[in-house]
């Protein structure tokens, strides 16, 4: 059993201790009658892991569908929250609102609902429908759900009723909410506020998507900014990361995400840029250490994104990895993954713990796949990297005014997971008549490698834009979240190749795109409009694979298998451009929802006439075991949890979840839940 493992299993013998977490990994029944998903990620390591084996590649293809609850009645649309299973409950947020919803495991059947009041807050909010899910932990006896919400409240419920907390925060003097359970987050960020409307947008803005976690019985909480694609002006607030207590709601501690004078790395924000501006908001979820009371946060770049001329510096602690103490907020370490971040290369998914083995010496590490294309790896007791990671030197920008990291950091291990930079070299080569059309597509775009900057209009190239690869799509993305094996120590990380090219102009001019701007003073430039080279008749202009999984073994670094997801759409191997041409499996193109079992790797795809498809392979050869057609393609977030001795596989479906289970499951009496 791994170190992971022994805690999981100590806590759960152990759950009645206060503020206690469940377990770290797997969540064990003693009679293994149920095994529970904690986290969206399953656990606080955040694998997606879950050592359950009662389906099997021998039995995969008789999953049925035995239960689906539709969302249509809270205005479901996007699908974004991995639920969660306790005590026989599965638990979602759904919705615009963010409805928190109760639904028994077996029937589907709704059981409670929770929604916060409507406030002018929550009407701005760009995330609305984007709630990830939610965090419950083990309170005084009481099992608790923790959730935030778009407009930036912090609200603790009763897993059993779905009643708020009694005695938990303060109220709140807005007509409608509850006079417990609910903390509002923009009294302790130190800006001036209006409780229904929020900060003025003259300040800036902050919302949230994904749920906080709790340590030891402190809560912390991240948040959400405004896109940076969407900004225009340069004045912002931080994403300062807040954390209170599980009990209470009494508020504990605050960490500057932009450090202030006297704090480390407030010299990285040349320009007094950090009295002004804002975002480094952490909207990835969060993951954390129980046994090292550490926290772990991935951060998200600073005030607008594409240009960042108005905050010459590295910017801390925008795009990094940051290690704090739970009880205190003290920062233990941090990595910045990318220096004045100008090419969106947000932080988009939840930092995965992995206990492994390096030349013979047991290595708590911590690992985070980005969008561009790398995973950084380190110890999570102490930062350093499991590999050495390199400053390299890269592009200078031809931007007036911006002033560019002359180096960035680039691990020597684990190799890339997804093509970095372009050149003629990977456009696409079925025929030389391909090649030629994706010479002649690229021919008016800058290309270069990993880090190639972006272009203004008028620029002295004479080019349309600048094109770089990955893109702010990924690489690794909110759409395909890693997962791992903690038993072996294997990473998996889904991506999809696309690259970026934004055109900078005046930011006076990009203000007139947006009705609700944040900030009061006009960048000197800002994104204008989006272009691309687009593809050659429906074929990308790169080569395949245009999405993959790629298996890392993290006690070595190396890669075990690169897994195209799905199949070659029909409407590539059927084209006429490429009669004739085998052009072998290129992949769907889409990122991959994942799970991991004691025995298999499931992940989701679509095959080439675009049918969804389950589809079960080989931990450590990606070799396929099974394939079974379902109903619809999952999105964001698949699960999987036992329930009264059976295994079950959740579908995040868009508006609806859908369960799959073996036969034996439904005939005991279950499914139907609508």
């Not at 004078?261 to 250490?289: C, F, I, K, M, R």
């Not at 294309?373 to 200078?396: C, D, K, M």
């Not at 010479?439 to 800058?446: G, K, P, R, S, Y």
């Not at 800002?526 to 429906?538: C, D, F, H, L, N």
Request: hydrophobic content about 40%.
């Amino acid at each position: 059993m791994t170190h992971l493992g022994k805690i999981a299993v100590t806590r759960r013998l152990f759950a009645g201790v206060t503020a206690l977490l469940f377990a770290c990994v797997g969540s064990f029944s003693l009679a293994q009658d149920s095994v529970e998903w904690l986290t969206l990620g399953s656990d606080y390591a955040h694998t997606r892991y879950l050592p359950v084996d009662e389906i099997t590649p021998e039995n995969f293809n008789e999953l049925e569908e035995a239960w689906i609850w539709d969302g249509a009645s809270f205005n479901a649309a996007s699908g974004r929250s991995t639920p969660s299973y306790v005590d026989g409950k599965i638990i979602t947020v759904v919705g615009p609102r963010r409805y928190v919803v109760a639904l028994d495991a077996k029937t589907g059947e709704t059981i409670w609902s929770y929604v916060e009041p409507k406030t002018g807050r929550w009407e701005y909010s760009m995330r609305k429908d984007y709630g990830k899910g939610v965090t419950i932990a083990e309170v005084n006896g009481r099992k608790v759900v923790y959730i935030t919400s778009p407009a930036f409240f912090l609200t603790a419920l009763d897993l059993e009723t779905g009643i708020p907390l009694q005695g938990f925060g303060k109220p709140v003097p807005i007509a409608g909410f509850p006079q417990t359970g609910v903390v509002d987050l923009l009294a302790d960020l130190g800006h001036p506020y209006d409780p229904d409307e929020g900060i003025p947008l003259e300040t800036g803005y902050i919302t949230s998507s994904s749920p906080p976690i709790v340590v030891n019985g402190t809560i912390i909480v991240g948040n959400s900014a405004e896109q940076g694609y969407n900004q225009s002006r340069i004045e912002n607030i931080p994403g300062d990361i807040l954390a209170y207590d599980a009990a209470t709601g009494d508020f504990k501690w605050k960490f500057n995400v932009i450090p202030r004078p006297g704090e480390y790395g407030h010299e990285t924000w040349e320009n007094d840029a950090w009295q002004w501006t804002g975002d480094v908001s952490s909207w990835a979820p969060l993951s954390a250490d129980q046994d090292l009371n550490l926290v772990y946060i991935p951060t998200n770049s600073a005030t607008i994104d594409f240009y960042g001329g108005f905050r010459p510096g590295d910017n801390l602690f925008a795009a990094s990895l940051i290690a704090l103490d739970a009880d205190s907020g003290r920062r233990a370490w941090h990595f910045q993954m990318v220096h004045h971040d100008i090419w969106n290369y947000d932080t988009p998914t939840a930092p995965i713990l992995l206990d492994v083995n390096i030349d013979g010496r047991d290595v708590p590490a911590i690992m985070q796949a980005t969008k561009q294309g790398f995973v950084y790896a380190f110890n999570r007791e102490t930062g350093e990297p499991l590999w050495p990671i390199v400053e390299r030197p890269v592009p200078v920008s031809r931007v007036p005014g911006e002033k560019l990291a002359t180096t960035q950091p680039f691990p020597t291990r684990p190799e890339p997971f997804d093509l970095q930079g372009l050149s003629i070299d990977d456009l696409v080569d079925f025929t030389p008549e391909l090649r030629r059309l994706a010479i002649e597509a690229v021919a008016e775009f800058q290309l270069g490698p990993l880090f190639n900057p972006p272009l203004h209009y008028d620029n002295e190239l004479g080019k349309t834009a600048a094109l770089w690869c990955p893109g702010g799509g990924g690489g690794a993305n909110i759409t395909g979240p890693a997962a791992a094996d903690p038993e072996a120590g294997i990473l998996y990380v889904t991506s999809s190749t696309g690259c970026t090219a934004r055109v900078l102009g005046p930011g006076a001019e990009a203000d007139l795109r947006w009705e609700l701007p944040t900030g009061t003073t006009f960048a000197d430039y800002a994104v204008v409009r989006s272009t691309s080279p687009g593809r050659i008749q429906g074929i990308p202009i790169t080569k395949p694979p245009y999405s993959r999984i790629q298996a890392i073994d993290m006690n070595t670094g190396d890669t075990l298998f690169t897994l195209p997801i799905g199949e070659t759409p029909d409407s590539i191997a059927n084209h006429p451009l490429l009669a004739g041409v085998d052009v072998g499996n290129t992949g769907s193109g889409a990122k991959a929802a994942m799970v991991v079992t004691k025995n298999m790797l499931i992940y989701s795809g679509s095959i080439g006439d675009g049918t969804p498809y389950l589809f079960a392979v080989d931990k450590m050869t990606g070799e396929e075991l099974a394939r079974l057609e379902v109903s619809a393609l999952s999105r964001y977030g698949m699960m999987t949890y036992q329930h009264q001795g059976h295994q079950y596989v959740m579908l995040q479906t868009g508006p609806t979840l859908t369960a799959m289970a073996l036969p034996a499951a439904i005939d005991q009496g279950g499914g139907g839940g609508h």
